[in-house]
């Protein structure tokens, strides 16, 4: 009879050991998966509520693109800069996308699919009863508009501003506000929900209960993200499409698209 090489506390030890090394392997992997996952550098512009709030990157706008990457296992890391620096930024490969982009915007790469709709207006004061039929007729009012207007809201928007010696374009935005309140123009040009949070801003310097106008003479703008890689693109379109199927999306919307107008 052959003698036992093993005891049953060896045994014991034996998986322990293996125990203890399958654990250990796990968790690096873990770690391993943790360390390398991937960090989407993103362009962003400075606060913009209720679309962008830089101070603790949420707002509608962040929020979607956080939540379609998300659903592709995609973290977000947000670059808040002026408009010009983003374009340099993401032409330099220092950010992998730049968000609020449209066909008007000259910047490279694969455009998503449209993540938002801005709700830009012709906003005016009801006292002073003005009417619209088309943009053209803006050329006839002193217009101050958003910065860089002209460059996102069409060639008809773009041909009133050139022949309209009263169209002006300010930064800061609340600058607009100010100023149709106070009857120094005529004719705001901005996205509603950004003017009605701008409100919030000045209501120490000038009376902001005044009944407005809303005309609707823009469709959107629509806007996309840019992305260098064509499969970080595809990603964001199939998650997009996830959180918009699964009500996420709808969510985000309701979160932050409150009208003080209505």
């Known amino acids: 009879m052959r003698a036992q090489w093993f005891s049953y506390p060896l045994l014991i030890i034996v998986i322990t050991c293996l125990l203890v090394f399958t654990i250990t ?136 501003a050139a022949s309209n010696d009263a169209y002006l374009e300010v930064s800061p935005q609340e600058k607009q506000n100010k100023m149709l309140y106070m009857n120094r123009v005529q004719v705001v040009i901005a996205d509603r929900y950004i003017f009605q949070d701008l409100n919030k801003l000045i209501t120490r310097d000038v009376d902001v209960t005044e009944r407005l106008h809303f005309h609707k003479l823009f469709n959107g703008p629509d806007y996309y993200l840019s992305f260098h890689d064509l499969a970080l693109k595809n990603a964001f379109n199939a998650g997009l499409k996830n959180i918009r199927a699964n009500g996420i999306y709808q969510q985000i919307e309701q979160q932050y698209l409150t009208d003080a107008y209505q």
């Open 25 to 160: 392997t796990e968790n690096k992997a873990f770690a391993q998966s943790v360390e390398s996952k991937q960090v989407l550098r993103i362009a962003s512009a400075t606060e913009r509520s209720p679309y962008i709030y830089q101070h603790d990157q949420s707002g509608l706008e962040l929020d979607i693109i956080r939540a379609a990457l998300a659903d592709q296992g995609i973290e977000v890391e947000f670059q808040f800069s002026s408009r010009n620096r983003q374009v340099l930024h993401f032409e330099r490969n220092k950010a992998d996308a730049i968000m609020t982009i449209n066909e008007y915007s000259g910047v490279s790469g694969y455009l998503s699919d449209s993540y938002i709709s801005y709700h830009n207006m012709a906003i005016t004061l009801a006292k002073n009863d003005i009417q619209f039929s088309n943009i053209s007729d803006l050329q006839h009012y002193s217009v101050v508009a958003f910065l860089n207007a002209v460059k996102v809201l069409g060639e008809d928007f773009k041909k009133m």
